[in-house]
């Protein structure tokens, strides 16, 4: 064998490897073979890139967009503050098509995000859910701190009301309010696992068939880095309670459905039947 054909073929291995290792460095693995302790690593791994600096911004040239424009497979889902600090692609350093992002201030679970969640976890298959706080959030220190929200937002706040109650109840006598802010973050994050395990028994399954995890998290604004939370101290019992709730309402919507049928049609009948009477005499 000549000398030429071993250097061509150490070249071509060397092209291989090169490319694995790109890939690998990158996180570019498709959503549909990430387990969900698998997906949780790879934000990990790239907020450590963001955190250090050495960030490479990965997938978001021409191509990327041409290959996620015939369909998107995103490995996670977050549900994170519309805080524009917490830039969600940059903080994880993901590319185009890599994270299914929903954005909300306070990050908060109600029906337009829990919908938007299970799409992103039951349509298209991401196998984890992070619901992303962060620190020094507008929308959490209002509620602590009691302050008047003007429009719309007292609507959208009321779901932090209960995690501002818990941080209070559990504060020292002596804490300072930064200090209850500051709680009162984490159990927003909290409160929002479990409001979405309370009103959608599809995600409840999901977590139940271990093909999706829930977790929290807190972004800190000064340093980059990711506080992980896990999941929440109560998910057995809030899956339990979410799929209970979830049957009752589908009980109560038949049953409801089923008696004003009933009655419309029999109110409809009397009436058509007399006038046609009438008429007809």
Not at 63 to 70: F, G, I, W, Y
Not at 199 to 216: H, Q, Y
């Amino acid at each position: 064998m000549s000398a030429s054909t071993n250097i061509t073929k150490q070249s071509a291995v060397s092209f291989i490897v090169a490319g694995l290792l790109a890939v690998l460095a990158g996180g570019a693995f498709a959503a549909s073979k990430l387990t969900p302790d698998e997906a949780i690593r790879q934000l990990k791994v790239g907020n450590a890139r963001y955190v250090s600096g050495k960030i490479t911004h990965p997938r978001q040239d021409s191509a990327r967009r041409a290959e996620v424009s015939k369909g998107q497979n995103p490995f996670a889902v977050i549900l994170s503050c519309s805080d524009s600090r917490e830039p969600v692609e940059l903080l994880f350093d993901q590319g185009i098509g890599d994270l299914f992002v929903v954005r909300v201030a306070g990050n908060v679970a109600d029906t337009d995000e829990i919908g938007s969640i299970e799409y992103g976890a039951g349509h298209l298959g991401s196998p984890v859910v992070v619901v992303l706080g962060h620190t020094k959030c507008g929308a959490v220190t209002a509620v602590v701190k009691g302050e008047k929200v003007h429009g719309s937002i007292p609507a959208l706040v009321d779901n932090i009301i209960p995690a501002a109650k818990k941080a209070k109840d559990a504060a020292r006598s002596r804490a300072k309010t930064e200090e209850i802010i500051e709680e009162a973050i984490k159990a927003n994050v909290m409160q929002s696992i479990e409001d979405l395990f309370k009103k959608s028994s599809e995600v409840a399954e999901l977590v139940e068939e271990k093909k999706l995890k829930v977790v929290g998290a807190v972004y800190n604004l000064d340093t980059g880095s990711i506080e992980w939370l896990g999941e929440h101290p109560d998910q057995s019992k809030l899956l339990k309670v979410g799929a209970k709730e979830e049957h009752g309402g589908k009980d109560e919507h038949k049953s409801g459905a089923k008696d004003e049928h009933k009655s419309g049609a029999k109110d409809e009948h009397k009436s058509g039947g007399k006038e046609e009477r009438k008429t007809g005499h």
